[in-house]
């Protein structure tokens, strides 16, 4: 099944830059340039043969994955690079084993009050401005374009403005995480609200359904899809809205504060161990938001397929 | 142009907002200040003190607009003073790690396409990859950088091109799988080759997707720019700007930064779909 070119072509230029490599650095730089193109050349049998098979090709992102971990921290430990400059997996897995207590209090001020709290407000008051603006055309053709151009502005740069407003705490945090997600939310839900047919709407008309039933029966679940997108892209920039409102001003505890200041004192595994809480705390969320998505959005043609 | 009457109305109305709110959030500082030099304010000065004041805590627009003035029309544009001088030092490593991104979105994308190994292992890690709030880790990556003797305008690139990527691999893969099999079939019997197929099918079909996705990219890369620029004191850019604006309660300058970075985000999204209508009308794909 090796017929793809790519793959061909792909493993030539890494052998010819290996070899390069190896050349150029000699005694111990060219064992460790070979041991890592050996582990990388085993994930990729192992990736070929998984989607040869067509079984278990659920597994070959974790190959890759495990292939990628293997190459690090064999080029780490090889190579002698310094730990202040990049640490290798082994000694961030024993610093999140080490700092439980540490990881969790960030968690806990970052995630679940600053971007949870902010996200769910955020959310909320744009499904409900959402359908007020639906309500009204005229407000519809006004806001829409000016919610499109703010959607796409670097709506982050007001963290400074809004830690000013509500202090340090996570109050500031979760006012940004508002903000973010307001308007990508609000677009998405606003343009879900008019994803209905006119088919559709005159069933409901000749049901004498008035303009509340025709809102719950058929406009809001027709909108879910839009709404999930809305939701999901909402999920990623309210982590990463609360996070960085913390590098202008927090109290001594959140992610934010954390991988800032490890950054100054060159305790990068610490800083490591924060992105890989932050990563599966970003993963987990979108995964749930994913899950409930396909629970109720079920009815969609681009659930059905799978 | 039948929706200019609705935006201008709610940009009136946010306006009337923005007035508003300055008033109440910088009312108590006027009648502080008042209260200490005895003197009683009217509701009329008190009103123009809000919109007046050198720091305040939210400062009226005609006090942006006029820094903004100050600021882009009338300091040299090499001076440090003048916005258009941080606007193009953000604006050049945005472009540069949009352009980065761009490439690398793209040859990803083909490889995922062509490749079913690379379609099943790296898919997923793309999409994973997005889920590590990068903007937070930034400053590391910037001091990291910074540490191994590479500093200026590459690490700031590197994080526009972590930001931009994604979008362009996204649009990209959709686009270049959009021919449907009628169109495949009808190469084949043409007996083209598989470079023919890509660049006389594929590649055009995929256009209208790339452009979508390059407006998104660009947004984002600008975004990484200026917090790229946030940590290590950098001393030039639309970022260092923020910072140093929030350092000193400098709110003015916040503000009309925030604009600036405004106008060249939408300068620049409006550029690549002035590319677009054209590159896609000469296609005959405008519709």
Known sequence: ????????????????????????LGGQGALVTVLVFAVWIIGTLINLRLAAGGRGAGLAPLVLGLTLLGMWELAVRGFGISPVILPPPSAIAVRIAGSL??????????VIKGALSG????????????????????????LLPVGNFVAALPVIGIAPILVMWFGFDWQSKAAVVVVMVFFPMLVNAVEGLRATEPMQR??????????????????????LPFVFNGLKIASTLALIGAIVAEFFGSPIRGMGFRISTSVGLLALDLVWAEIVVAAIAGSAFYGAIALIEKRMTFWHPSQRGR | MRNILPVLTVILALLVVWYAAAFQLNKQWALDMAARQDRVMTTQQLIADTWAQDKPKLPAPHQVAVELWETVALKNVTSRRSLVYHAWVTLSATLAGFGLGTLLGTLLAVG???????????MPWVIASQTIPILAIAPMIIVVLNAIGISGLLPKAMISMYLSFFPVVVGMVKGLRSPSQMELDQMCTWNASGVQEFIKLRLPAS????????????????????????????????GARLLAGSYYGQTIQIWSALFMAAAVAAAAVGIIGIVQRATLKRMGLDR
């Open chain 1, 101 to 110: 207590p540490i990881l969790w209090e960030d968690f806990v001020q970052t």
């Open chain 1, 1 to 24: 099944m090796i017929r793809s070119p790519i793959i061909l072509i792909e493993a030539a230029l890494g052998l010819v830059l290996t070899l390069l490599a190896a050349v150029a």
């Open chain 2, 207 to 238: 256009m209208p997707y790339l452009f979508a996705s390059l407006k998104i990219a660009m947004a984002a890369s600008l975004v990484g720019a200026i917090v790229g620029e946030l940590p290590t004191g950098a001393v030039a850019g639309l």
């Open chain 2, 112 to 122: 995922i396409v062509y490749s079913r190994v690379m379609d099943l292992s790296v």
């Open chain 1, 119 to 142: 996200y769910v407000i955020g959310c909320g008051a744009a499904l409900i401005t959402a359908v007020i603006v639906d309500r009204f055309d005229f407000l519809r053709r006004g």
């Open chain 1, 202 to 223: 005159d069933l409901m008309h000749t049901y004498a359904a008035g303009y509340w039933t025709a809102l719950v029966k058929m406009r809001l679940p027709a909108a």
